[in-house]
C-alpha cells in the first residue's frame, strides 16, 4: 500500500507580541493591516525546503535580488471566512495552488509540492484563527507569493527563490458601480506574452493607461486585445460577464485573459441555474450595439477581492453609455446570492467547492 502520510515538517515560531487587540472589525482598511504570522519556505540547492511559520515582518534581501530588477515573481489572492456553522473555510483552494504553478512554469520558477502550498496555507490560518474577521461579508485575504530572492545580476532564471502567505483581514467589499474604458490605444498582454500567468509586470504595466482613464473621469479600464482592439478581454483585473437578450456572455479564458477561479465558477453555477451561457469571443462593436439598442442589461467584472464588481457605464470612442440600475439586474444579483450561500454553507456544496481550514 502506498503511503498516503504526505505531512510535512513546520517550523512553528510564536509571536511574542501579538497585534489581534489591535484589529477593529468594523474598520479595516483593505492590504494595509496584516495578520501575525507568515508562511515562509525557501528554494535552495534545487529543492523547497525550511517550512516556518514566523512573526510577519520585514524581510532582508540582496539589492541584487532578481525579483527587484527582472520581475521573476507570481502570486495568488483567495480568501478564508467563517461560514453558518461557525467553520473556517476556503474557497477552491486547490485551484489556486494549479494556477500557481500554471504561472511558475511561464516565469522560470520551481514548482513546489501541493502539500507544501496547502499544508503551509491552512497551518497558518489555523494559527492565525483569531484574525479572521467573523462580521458579515468579512474576510481574511490570502496573499501566497513566490519571488526570485538570488543576488545575482545575470539575466536567467534565479537558483534561489522565497515562497511566502501572509494574511490580512479584509471588511465586507461594498464595491461602488464603477465606469469604465474601452481601452484602444493600450495593452494589458499580447498573445504569447505573460497575460494568463498572475505576474507583477503585468500589474505594473497597467499602471499607467488606468491613470490617464481616471484623469478622464473612469475609474478602469476594458481590456481589448493587442492587434486589433476588437475583442473584450477584461476589466481592470478582474474578468468581464455581459448579460445580452438575457444570455450571459462572457470572453473565453485564454492565453491572454487570466483564468480566473471566480469566473469559471460562476459559469458553473450559471448554467447549474439554467443560464445560457456563451464562452466566446467577444466584440467591442457588439457590446455598443447591444447598449444602443437596450439588449445589454447587465456588465460585471469579477474576482476573488470583489466577487462581483458592477459596471455603472461603459465608455467606448468618447462616448459614455450607461447601462441599468444595479438593482433592475437579476442574472448577476442571482449569482451573488447562489454564491454566497454556498459559500457559507447556506446552501449544499453541490460543486465540490468549498474546504475546511
Ligand atoms: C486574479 C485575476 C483575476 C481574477 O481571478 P480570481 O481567481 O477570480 O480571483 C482576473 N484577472 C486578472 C488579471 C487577475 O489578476
Partial sequence: MLSTDTSI?????????SRIASLDENNIPFGRVFSDHMF?????????????????????????????????????????FYNKNDEVVLFRPKENYERLMRSSERMCIPKMDKEIFMQGLKKLIEIDKKWVPKSDGSSLYIRPFIFASEGFLGVRPAEEYKFIIFTCPVAAYYAKPVRVKVETKFVRVASGGTGNAKTGGNYAAALYPAKLAQEQGYDQLIWTDAKEHKYIEESGTMNIMFVIDGKIVTPPQGDTILDGITRK???????DLGYAVEERPVTVIEIEEAMKNGSLTEAF??????VISQIAAIGINDIDYELPAV???????????ELKAIRLAESEDRFGWMEKV
Fill in 40 to 80: 515562509v519556505a525557501d528554494y535552495k540547492n534545487g529543492a523547497w525546503t525550511d517550512f516556518k511559520i514566523m512573526p510577519y515582518g520585514n524581510l532582508s534581501l540582496s539589492p541584487a535580488a532578481s525579483t527587484l530588477h527582472y520581475s521573476q515573481t507570481i502570486f495568488e489572492g483567495m480568501k478564508a
Fill in 301 to 306: 467584472g469579477m474576482g476573488t477581492a470583489a
Fill in 327 to 337: 438593482e433592475t439586474r437579476k442574472v448577476s444579483n442571482h449569482l451573488l446570492k
Fill in 265 to 271: 465558477s460562476l459559469v458553473v453555477l450559471a448554467k
Fill in 9 to 17: 515538517y513546520i517550523d512553528v515560531q510564536p509571536t511574542e507580541d
